[in-house]
């Protein structure tokens, strides 16, 4: 099975900026691994931010946006908020299944 | 507003069984396929299962693959997820998500807990 890596933790100061970034052990990730990225917050069930590399939900804050960068799918975070602390996990498809990423612990400070 | 509600967690027992149900709400059912993501105290996210809209084609992940079926009743809005032969490394928050293949992976449910011990 194919493993999906992302930092285990970065730290952004507020109304800074950071790109949390997911590779794959397979090879470049691409827009066929079809990326996601989710936001968790402790006690929380997840929330989808991302789909497809880049595509938005009505209820993703416009702060943050996804793209593919150097092989990896990357989630960028423009102007941190408090509130965006939280755990970030990324997701990528591997014909008819899926694996997560490990998670990256964001920390506003 | 979608909504999806699981139930079904609690305690089983090393090499028992358990049966997760998810009712969805605010939404057509039957022409989304569904997924089970599930976590670990305190890990990260697992994929579990998915099955299509009709419910005639599901994938699972390794370590569930030939003790889990996912299932799902078109009729009655609801996702069904039986375990068996349960481990303790199938302990933790089991999640209902509205997605997969073709569809956007979009709501999540709340999460029902899951506890393996004799």
């Known amino acids: 099975q194919a493993v999906v890596t992302q930092e285990p933790s970065l730290t952004v100061s507020p109304g800074g900026t950071v790109t949390l970034t997911c590779g794959s052990s397979t090879g470049p990730v691409t827009a066929g691994h079809f990326p996601y990225w989710f936001q968790q917050k402790p006690g929380q069930a997840p929330t989808t931010l991302i789909s497809d590399v880049r595509n938005t939900f009505s209820w993703t804050p416009v702060r943050f946006s996804g793209s593919l960068i150097g092989g990896k799918a990357a989630l960028t975070l423009s102007g941190a908020q408090p509130e965006d602390e939280a755990e970030y996990f990324c997701l990528l498809v591997y014909g008819v299944t899926w694996v997560f990423g490990g998670g990256t612990k964001l920390t506003v400070l | 507003e979608v909504q999806l509600l699981e139930s079904g967690g609690g305690l089983g027992q090393p090499g028992g069984s358990l049966g997760l149900s998810c009712a969805a709400s605010g939404f057509s059912f039957n022409i989304y396929p569904m997924t089970w993501v599930r976590q670990a105290p305190g890990k990260g996210l697992e994929w579990v299962s998915s099955?299509?809209?009709?419910?005639?084609?599901?994938s699972y992940g390794d370590s569930v693959k030939g003790r889990f079926t996912v299932s799902r009743d078109n009729s009655k809005n609801e996702l069904y997820l039986q375990m068996n032969s349960l481990t303790d490394e199938d302990a933790g928050i089991y999640y209902c998500l509205k997605g997969a293949w073709g569809s956007r992976f979009d709501n999540w449910g709340q999460g029902t807990l899951v506890a393996v011990s004799s």
């Open positions: 099955i299509s809209n009709s419910g005639d084609h599901a």
